[in-house]
């Protein structure tokens, strides 16, 4: 088997319940299945409590599925070879704070092998990469919280991994913050990488995800690309015309304008009636000043779907 062509991450059927004490179990994880090419970005939306954090653990070995399995490039998680080519970035990372972050980053990069000048060269690539490079001799006690999750990104890179699990990367930083690490994980597909990151926000995997997943209550409700999503929530369209002076905005097709605004009416235009309603607004010669897409966007997405797949109370 050509282990290059295997998906970056393969998840099929994969659960988890959690033994609590007097028979207290959570199913976090029921039969989950997901694939995730290489080179691909994968944003895993859901909810507090949905199991995302335990899926991205059963995909790194820090705990066993109940059933179900996983490989990463082919290579079944149980095997300790299939680390060996992948990123992870724990929710809320918090590290030997007494080391400063090139201290750090060179324990990492020892314990990947890698050789002291490989390491020195990427120490600084990484360190600059992720704007630590000024902070890079001060022991992380005194970092932010924006620098230790830069921390974490920068012990994800330091070997050049194939393969990025990232759990979410993007909590509790500034704009600014949130910002460079979108630009990371570009840059990251940009050089041929794949990553596979979990966040609730919308706005994050908007942007950046060529993928969705949706989990909701340990069950992947929805998977699509970004732009299919975005495109199928197209409602119909805001049409802007200019109104002759002094004339009241006219019916037309059918449709009343919603509202007349000074020398403009608006018209709500379902997708069903756009051609219909825009071959009369040319017979009638009226002036269209703007048409705007009404679209239902990806949070309006997330939010029903996660409704949807709520127990009702
Ligand atoms: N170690 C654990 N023991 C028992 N329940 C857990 C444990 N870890 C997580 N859970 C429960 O499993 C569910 C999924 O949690 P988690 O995977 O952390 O969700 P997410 O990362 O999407 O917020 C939640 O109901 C959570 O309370
Ligand atoms: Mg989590």
Redesign the pocket.
Known sequence: MNMDNSPAIAIENLSKT?K?KKRAQ?E?LKGMSLTVDQGEIFGFL????????????CLVGLIQPTSGSARIKGIPVTQVESRRSMGYLP?NPAFYDYLSAEEYLTFVGRTYRMSADQLTTRCREVLRQLELWDARKRPMRGYSKGMVQRVGLAQTLIHDPDVYIL??PMSGLDPIGRALVKEIIIDLKRRGKSVFF?T?ITDDVEKVCDQVGV?VQ?TLVAVDRVETILRSGVEGYQVHLRTPAGEPAAVIAGITPDRSNGPLAEYAVPCARFNAFMEAVNAAGADVALVETKRRDLEDFFLSLVHDHSPHR
Not at 48 to 54: H, Y
């Open positions: 959690y609590g959570v976090a859901g909810p507090n409590g949905a199991g995302k954090s335990t899926t991205i653990k929710e759990d979410e979990s609730h989990i340990g």
